[in-house]
């Protein structure tokens, strides 16, 4: 069944310090990975992805590490904005293009 | 990339009675899916929306429950059917299209249902 009232991992990050979110998938004949951002009211937003070839891939002012070995990913942001706070999911891909997401983190940065 | 429109943004229903929400793409897609997110949660994916055939339901969910047409290949709807208030959730239209790397999700901006 689902539970309700479960709340998200929190991460609290005094701006312009790097916050770094993690995130486990669970089926490891995944090989393509996504990052989205979640503010508040709005739909998920696309960060950054990665394939399964590579283990670090790097856009503006953010990084995504894969770790195959033990079925983990992060998310690296530098100098953490203001506006970087939101919700931030991890996504697997399926057999069929579907994409299965992780639990979320929600990121607050600390003016 | 692609530009998903939702109707209704928000609605608040009354208990026992049936909402459909639209999705539509400003381009032609094969892959529409059906995620739901419930307060506080991650999103769950409901059903890939088949042009053409009956939509493909994930563990947990039901067509009697979640009907879902996919008339052509921009446009879909979801019907929530006997709502109940545990049905208060985001529902969010989602098409996958190509890139370099692979694959990519992208979301409407949700329809934001509670029931009452």
């Known amino acids: 069944g689902e539970s309700v009232g479960l709340h998200l991992p929190t991460l609290s990050v005094q701006e312009g310090d790097n916050s770094i979110i993690n995130c486990a998938y669970s089926?490891?004949?995944?090989?393509?990975f996504i990052w989205y951002k979640q503010e508040s009211g709005k739909g998920p937003q696309f960060i950054i992805d990665i394939r399964s070839n590579m283990d670090k891939r790097q856009g503006q002012r953010v990084t995504v590490l894969l770790n195959k070995t033990v079925k983990h990913l992060s998310l690296q942001i530098a100098a953490t904005q203001p506006g970087d706070s939101a919700v931030y999911f991890c996504?697997?891909?399926?057999?069929?293009?579907?994409?299965?997401f992780g639990t979320g983190t929600s990121l607050t940065v600390i003016p | 990339s692609a530009v998903i429109s939702q109707k209704p943004s928000r609605d608040i229903c009354q208990r026992g009675t049936s909402l459909t929400i639209q999705c539509q793409v400003d381009s032609q897609v094969t892959m529409m899916f059906w995620y739901r997110q419930q307060p506080g949660q991650s999103l769950t994916l409901i059903a890939t929306a088949n042009q053409g055939s009956e939509a493909t339901y994930e563990s947990g969910f039901v067509i009697d429950k979640f009907p879902i047409s996919r008339p052509n290949l921009t446009f879909s709807t979801l019907t929530v059917s006997n709502m109940s208030p545990e049905d208060s959730s985001i529902y969010l239209c989602?098409?996958?299209?190509?890139?370099?790397?692979?694959?990519?999700?992208?979301f409407g901006e949700g329809s934001w249902l509670t029931v009452v």
């Open positions: 996504a697997e891909n399926g057999a069929g293009n579907q994409f299965y």
């Open positions: 089926n490891s004949a995944s090989d393509y």
């Open positions: 989602s098409v996958v299209t190509g890139s370099r790397s692979g694959n990519t999700i992208y």
